[in-house]
């Protein structure tokens, strides 16, 4: 008997120790309050189940030429794109590194010809579809919390 819960218990340290690593939690927003030169502007919070996403972007409004960069806790992941139309939206996926908040960041590089630039977000991540506009002019980015329940 006492070899059987010595194996048992020998067998799930094994187990426990083949898991990944939990990602770090944020408790709390971790938007900046500026970014290259610019001030940020807290959006709002969307809510999805699974850091690995998928990130579409498109022109919320009239395709009028804006410019953008988009980041995800201050990563780069489209640089200096023009926004088309939500049937030609520019499309990546990442693994959103923390559980909890995570940010989405939009930095205008114009405001188009109708100011000021306004894009739409869509987060997939793969149970959820959250869909919300960011704005940005030439002082401010719009920012919004992805938290990751």
């Not at 690995?52 to 030429?65: A, E, K, L």
Request: contains cysteine; proline residues 5%.
């Amino acid at each position: 008997m006492k070899k059987l819960i010595f194996y048992s218990l020998l067998f799930s340290m094994f187990l426990v120790s083949c898991l990944p690593d939990p990602k770090p939690r944020n408790e709390v927003s971790i938007i900046p309050e500026s970014f290259n030169g610019r001030d940020n502007v807290d959006l709002g919070t969307v809510n999805i189940n699974n850091t690995n996403v998928t990130i579409s972007v498109w022109d919320h409004g009239q395709i009028d030429g804006d410019i953008v960069s988009i980041y995800v806790n201050g990563k780069l992941l489209v640089d200096q794109e023009v926004l088309d139309g939500p049937n030609f939206p520019i499309t990546f996926s990442t693994d959103l590194e923390y559980s909890g908040y995570n940010y989405v960041l939009l930095y205008a590089h114009n405001e188009g010809s109708l100011p000021p630039n306004t894009c739409t977000i869509l987060i997939n991540d793969g149970e959820v579809d959250e869909e919300f506009e960011l704005r940005s002019d030439l002082s401010t980015n719009g920012a919004v919390n992805i938290v990751v329940n």
